[in-house]
Structures are given as C-alpha cells and as structure tokens.
T-cell receptor
Framework: ETGVTQSPTHLIKTRGQQVTLRCSSQ?????VSWYQQALGQGPQFIFQ???????GRGNFPPRFSGLQFPNYSSELNVNALELDDSALYLC?????????????FGQGTRLTVV | DAKTTQPNSMESNEEEPVHLPCNHS???????IHWYRQLPSQGPEYVIH???SNVNNRMASLAIAEDRKSSTLILHRATLRDAAVYYC??????????FGQGTELSVKP
C-alpha cells in the first residue's frame, strides 16, 4: 500500500474524445509525475508537477496536459484521443525533487481507446 | 539522461540469492542509482537507491562499482513474490524516472 490512489481503474473511450484521469498523492508530497506504460514496455515519463507548476515534460504532445491541486490531488488530461493512447497510466508522488527521493506509484488506470 | 543496460531476463530458484546487474556507464557524478520493481498487474515499487557506497535495506542490497558505471541489486533469498521486472534508473531529479526495458526475474519453486 503506497498511499497513492488513482481513478478510475479502467476506462474505455472512443477515438477523438477527451479523458481525465485522477490521482491522489500521499499527504505532504508536493511532486507528482505521470507515466504511460504500453503493453510489454517500461513506463514512459509524461510530465512532472511540483507545487502546482509543470516541472519537466517527456516526449509527449501538448494534447497531454495536467493539473496539480493544493490538496495533493492531480489530473492528467488527454485530448483528441488516438488508438495508440491505449495504455496503463501511472502516477507517482514524491516528497520533493531531490535526486535521492523515492517515488510512490499508484496502481494505474488502464485506458482503452476504440 | 543516462542510459542503462540490463539483461532481458534472469531465472532463480526459490531461497537462493539473486544478483541482478546493471550497466550505466554514462551516469553523471551526481545521479543517484535507484532500483524499482514491477510485479504483474501492479505499479512500480521502490526497492533501494544509493550514490557511491553499498546500501542495505529490508528488501535488498545494492552494490555500486567504484567507478559507478555499474551496480548490482542483490536479493539474498529469492521468494516467489520476488518474481517481477526490475529496473535500474539513474535519477537526477526526484520523481522523474527514465525506465529502460528492465530485467524480468522468474523464480522457480
């Protein structure tokens, strides 16, 4: 039990639609990162939020966006869904941005785009 | 971001030690070496991390080469629950983890 919860656990959307995934971090953790994991691959870093500001982004287009709220919750929004967006989406919370900080992952949201 | 090289898969017998190697020859001097594992159908789980010295915790030990270009995760007595994909990740920013393909560890009873 990591104390990081994600909702929903599973979701099916149609190509072209928009989706919002939610994450509740551990209390006191001011850093949240989002990852996309395709089947059989390692997780890929999407972006990180620190104190409600974006703090780094991986190789993902602008239709992937996020928000972080003062109550340690966060959202990942994906617009104009494509079939290749089907994946497991993971959020991870960290106490801060230091190099020796560990990340606590949620169980993920399985998104299927049809 | 530093690149890592790990064996695609390894096999172990239950109750025996397992040594999981990782090469990270391009690691910067200030990156910490983190290890995570991912059990089937779960999110990744932190295992251990270190900078220069060898590290021990209740889950595992981490041996870091003197030149820091490689490290080895040691599970002292493998159990069936240790079957997972293990990732070594040089980390230069807390929470920003660049995962490679990892090593899939299978444990035989």
């Amino acid at each position: 039990e990591t104390g990081v919860t994600q909702s929903p656990t599973h979701l099916i959307k149609t190509r072209g639609q928009q989706v919002t995934l939610r994450c509740s971090s551990q209390s006191g953790h001011n850093t949240v990162s989002w990852y996309q994991q395709a089947l059989g691959q390692g997780p890929q870093f999407i972006f990180q939020y620190y104190r409600e500001e974006e703090n780094g982004r991986g190789n993902f287009p602008p239709r992937f966006s996020g928000l972080q709220f003062p109550n340690y919750s966060s959202e990942l929004n994906v617009n104009a869904l494509e079939l290749d967006d089907s994946a497991l989406y993971l959020c991870a919370s960290s106490l801060d941005r230091d190099r020796d900080t560990e990340a606590f992952f949620g169980q993920g949201t399985r998104l299927t785009v049809v | 971001d530093a690149k890592t090289t790990q064996p695609n898969s390894m096999e172990s017998n239950e109750e025996e030690p397992v040594h999981l190697p990782c090469n990270h020859s391009t690691i910067s001097g200030t990156d910490y070496i983190h290890w995570y594992r991912q059990l089937p159908s779960q999110g990744p789980e932190y295992v251990i991390h270190g900078l220069t010295s060898n590290v021990n915790n209740r889950m595992a030990s981490l041996a870091i080469a003197e030149d820091r270009k490689s490290s080895t995760l040691i599970l002292h007595r493998a159990t069936l629950r240790d079957a997972a994909v293990y990732y070594c990740i040089p980390q230069n920013q807390g929470g920003k983890l660049i995962f490679g393909q990892g090593t899939e560890l299978s444990v035989k009873p």
